[in-house]
């Protein structure tokens, strides 16, 4: 996952610290580092992985890309049919995903953190492509929905900053305006085939001023607001695709 760097340069003149986390990874992260909320994330699920267009011990010919192009269609899909629902780098998927995918959707999460590795290697040989088409199928699923989120942030020093050094009065100074944008991808997966398509809503964004005594609870406020209606937009582009798809 890269940095927004278009977010931070846009606002480079009167912002500072720009920074970008996952959807998964986040909580709120104080003046002295670490992030509050994090201690089961493990990383991302990669997305080379989960399309299963890794294939590092085999020789990529041209003959493998006319044969995936003559035999790819978009996945099928129809509201209310069941689906397996993963958030990259999560155990399970946020609830206000779940929230909004259940309006047009039978749900069955799933856990998105990444293998563990037990002296750099990894536990198990078959593919996560082929495990979790295999894990859906034994469900009885037929789609698979992977999502990943990024969040970007910067924040505005105001003028009222300049008090709040000051003991317990500077504490509830307001003197901090945090800009937030988030963003998600969705890949939807035919768990027969292994065809996929990708859906990504329009990013969502905002602000909120806080002080220092209110700092962590004002940025948990955005970050699910913000998740809410991205979600929601989710959900209704893959419902929109499910009525379109068949």
Known sequence: MKLSLLFCLSAALFLAGCTTTSISNSGYEGPYG???????????????DVLGVNLEDREITDDMIHDALKHHENPEMQVGQKILLIQSGAMLPDPEMVEAMSQYFSLEPFSGRPDVQVNGQQTTNAPLHQ????????GGIE???VYWGLVDS?????????????????????????????RVKLAVIDVESGNW?????????????SARMNREVSHDKMVLALKREVYQQAANELREYANHSR
């Open 34 to 48: 670490g992030r509050h909320g994090g201690e089961l994330y493990r990383g991302e699920l990669e997305q080379w």
């Open 131 to 138: 495990r979790l088409r295999l894990a859906a199928a034994r």
């Open 143 to 145: 789609t698979i929905v």
């Open 154 to 182: 910067t924040k505005q020093k105001e003028a009222t900053a300049t008090a709040s050094w000051l003991p317990f009065v500077g504490y509830m100074i307001p003197d901090e305006t945090k800009h937030m944008r988030i």
């Open 197 to 209: 398509m990708m859906i990504e809503p329009d990013p969502v964004d905002g602000a909120s001023i």
